[in-house]
T-cell receptor, first 114, second 111 residues
C-alpha cells in the first residue's frame, strides 16, 4: 500500500462546476498537508497549505483535512478552463531532529470543459 | 521576488556519464530541496539542504548527491547515469518545508 493514494483521473467537468479532489494516506505521522497545481511541462505551484483538521479557504479554493479518517480534499468553486492542470497532494511529517521531505500523491489530471 | 531558477532546462546524456544540475533559490530562502519526477513514480524526495548542511535524504542510491553553497544556491550531481535516471528534476526552496516553491525543473534524458 502506497503512503498516499490519489486518483489519477482524468477528471473532466464543465466550466463553472465545483470540483472535488481527494487524497487518502496511511501514515498518521503526517502533520502538514499541501496542494500543488502543475501545468504541463512546468514545476508544481503551491496552492494551499494546512496543518490542522478542518477547512481552510483561499479565494475559489478550499482545503479540507480530516486526520481521523486520513483524508484530505481540495474543492475548487466556479471552475475555469485555466484550472485545467494536474493537482498533487503532498504531506509531511517530522521525525527525529530534522524534517522529512514532502510525500506526494501521483496527481489528478483535471480538465475543465468550456 | 524572482522565482526559483534551474539550469540547464534540458539535458541529454549517455549511460555512464555524470551530470550536475544547478538551482538558485528565492532570495532569503535557506531551505533547498530536490525532487525527481517520473511518470511511473511521480514526485520523489531526493534530499534537502539548509544552511549548507544536508538535513534529510530520501531513498535514492549514493550516485545522487548534492551540496549547498553559502549563498544558498544548490547543485545536485548524478554519477554513472542509468537509463532510469531520465526524469524531471525539480528544485524547491522555502523558509521551511511546509511552504516550498518549485522551480521549472531540469528535464534529463539518458540515452
Amino acid at each position: 500500500q502506497k503512503e498516499v493514494e490519489q486518483d489519477p483521473g482524468p477528471l473532466s467537468v464543465p466550466e463553472g462546476a465545483i470540483v472535488s479532489l481527494n487524497c487518502t494516506y496511511s501514515n498518521s505521522a503526517f502533520q502538514y498537508f499541501m496542494w500543488y497545481r502543475q501545468y504541463s511541462r512546468k514545476g508544481p505551484e503551491l496552492l494551499m497549505y494546512t496543518y490542522s483538521s478542518g477547512n481552510k479557504e483561499d479565494g475559489r479554493f478550499t482545503a479540507q483535512v480530516d486526520k481521523s479518517s486520513k483524508y484530505i480534499s481540495l474543492f475548487i468553486r466556479d471552475s475555469q478552463p485555466s484550472d485545467s492542470a494536474t493537482y498533487l497532494c503532498a504531506m509531511k511529517m517530522y521525525s527525529g531532529g530534522g524534517a522529512d521531505g514532502l510525500t506526494f500523491g501521483k496527481g489528478t489530471h483535471l480538465i475543465i470543459q468550456p | 521576488k524572482a522565482g526559483v531558477t534551474q539550469t540547464p532546462r534540458y539535458l541529454i546524456k549517455t549511460r555512464g556519464q555524470q551530470v550536475t544540475l544547478s538551482c538558485s533559490p528565492i532570495s532569503g530562502h535557506r531551505s533547498v530541496s530536490w525532487y525527481q519526477q517520473t511518470p511511473g513514480q511521480g514526485l520523489q524526495f531526493l534530499f534537502e539542504y539548509f544552511s549548507e548542511t544536508q538535513r534529510n535524504k530520501g531513498n535514492f542510491p549514493g550516485r545522487f548527491s548534492g551540496r549547498q553553497f553559502s549563498n544558498s544556491r544548490s547543485e545536485m550531481n548524478v554519477s554513472t547515469l542509468e537509463l532510469g535516471d531520465s526524469a524531471l528534476y525539480l528544485c524547491a526552496s522555502g523558509y521551511n518545508q511546509e511552504t516550498q516553491y518549485f522551480g521549472p525543473g531540469t528535464r534529463l534524458l539518458v540515452l
